[in-house]
């Protein structure tokens, strides 16, 4: 069963550039014809689609992070990646990667990231 | 932009109940429309994708239905591990594009 896992630091500082690895095992993130993708949900509130790839490299972004947010991928390491500039506590949230597929039918475990000095 | 809105945001429930959540959409979305539940401290689950089909495992009990603008999630009977946030999506395939409501939480009564 495919395995997805998110890592990267816990603490962010404001201003600074959000970072963090999704790591796809039992599965290929070349396989066709599925997308990657970053969701984050601040703490008690709902679900935001930060963006998606493809393993070719092409991307999607919500319109409303496009200007911070950049996702690429390394399918030599069967990784995604995710960067997210000029970070403010607005950004706190839990960080999850997921896969597509009819909807999202796999998910991390997601990771807690706090923009905070 | 499509905009997906949850009602009501909060239902209280006593198990072995039915109960309907509704999701509505602000333009037609086809069948694209997916339902997640979430439990505190995990990732959402895939309950039904395509309006009405349920994902892999999913029990009998929970059933999708609607198109266009208007879908709900029906829970048959509510057991004990059903209390949980439940949250519509509407999705596509071709560009990846992901917009979720806003959930409804479903409570003990």
């Known amino acids: 069963q495919l395995q997805m896992q998110e890592s990267g630091p816990g603490l962010v500082k404001p201003s600074e550039t959000l970072s963090l690895i999704c790591s796809v095992s039992a599965g290929s993130i070349s396989s066709s014809p599925y997308y990657w993708g970053w969701i984050r949900q601040p703490p008690g509130k709902g679900l935001e689609w930060i963006g998606s790839i493809y393993y070719t490299g092409s991307s999607y972004y919500n319109p409303s992070l496009k200007s911070r947010v950049t996702i690429s991928v390394d399918t030599s390491k069967n990784q995604y990646s995710l960067k997210l500039s000029t970070v403010t506590a607005a950004d706190t949230a839990v960080y999850y990667c997921?896969?597509?597929?009819?909807?999202?039918?796999?998910w991390g475990q997601g990771t807690l990231v706090t923009v905070s000095s | 932009e499509i905009v997906m809105t949850q009602s009501p945001a909060t239902l209280s429930v006593s198990p072995g109940e039915r109960v309907t959540l509704s999701c509505r959409a602000s333009q037609s979305v086809t069948s694209s429309l997916a339902w997640y539940q979430q439990k505190p401290g995990q990732a959402p689950r895939l309950l039904i994708y395509g309006a009405s089909t349920r994902a892999s495992g999913i029990p009998a009990r929970f059933s999708g239905s609607g198109s266009g603008t208007e879908f709900t999630l029906t829970i048959s009977s509510l057991q004990s591990e059903d209390f949980a946030v439940y949250y519509c999506?509407?999705?596509?395939?071709?560009?990846?594009?992901?917009?979720f409501g806003q959930g409804t939480k479903l409570e003990i009564k």
């Open positions: 999506q509407e999705y596509h395939n071709w560009p990846p594009i992901y917009t």
């Open positions: 997921a896969r597509s597929g009819s909807g999202l039918p796999r």
